[in-house]
């Protein structure tokens, strides 16, 4: 198979392909639902354009594909293919490059994950001035080993999930100062878990928030994070 052919097969739509249930691949994941209205998170949502929900599903096919990477072992034909395909794609958006406040990525805080693939998809449930509640299903492209979830995405995730609730309800911008994570328990891949964040307190620029990760009934993981807020001449 040449890269031509290779790219011409390639176009078939990601959801059409036949995905493997077998939980501990973490891929084939469900179509999440839509964001709720909760006024500590809604309050990020920044104005968005029409291209914003097809850039979101781009996200999440994105996601798969990370996933499906991960979990393949593919010949060297099809390694030569993806490679060739990537280049492609980079030389494409390379010229695209704007400054980081214009960019996309990251920056569509009415879905979940922002529209990132840094860390998992988390998924609001509910939300209130000073807790949140959702899931998170940590995908293949998270292992650690052994059908462990790799002990540094956790605290992505609390970070992601601690300074988005630090940062709501027109709360002044902060940024993390410290975040301790205690793993209580092996966090498996390609299950739904549990999240709960919560503030503790605020003192003057310091605010505390702390959050728990749960397969179950069954804790795997703890966080605490400091955030402080920014002084205005601070970026």
């Known amino acids: 198979m040449t890269s031509q052919d290779y790219v011409q097969d390639a176009v078939v739509p990601i959801s ?32 968005g354009d029409e291209n914003d929900t097809v850039y979101g599903d781009m996200i999440s096919r994105l996601r798969d594909f990370l996933d499906y990477v991960t979990a393949a072992r593919p010949d060297a034909d099809t390694v030569t293919a993806l490679r060739d395909d990537l280049e492609r794609w980079g030389q494409r958006l390379a010229p695209m490059a704007v400054p980081e406040r214009d960019q996309v990525f990251g920056h569509l ?16 449930k509910e939300a209130d001035r000073d807790n ?36 709501s309800a027109g709360r002044p ?47 795997c993981a703890e966080a605490e994070g400091l955030f402080v807020q920014l002084n205005p001449d601070q970026p």
């Open 109 to 124: 805080r009415d879905q979940h994950g922002r529209g990132q693939t840094m860390s998992p998809a988390f998924v609001v």
């Open 16 to 47: 059409t392909v036949i995905r493997d249930d077998d939980a501990s691949l973490g891929i084939g994941m469900p179509e999440l639902d839509p964001v709720p209205v909760a006024a500590s998170w809604a309050s990020l949502v920044k104005p």
């Open 173 to 219: 911008h902060a940024r993390t100062a410290y975040l301790h994570t205690d793993f209580r328990s092996v966090t498996p891949i390609g299950t739904e878990l549990t999240v709960h964040g919560w503030f503790v307190s605020e003192e003057g620029r310091k605010r505390i928030v702390r959050a728990e990760l749960r397969d179950g009934a069954v804790v």
């Open 132 to 167: 949140v509640w959702g899931t998170v299903r940590f995908g293949r492209y998270f292992l650690g080993g052994n059908g462990a979830v790799h002990g540094g995405a956790i605290p992505l995730l609390f970070d992601e999930v601690l300074g988005r609730l630090a940062n």
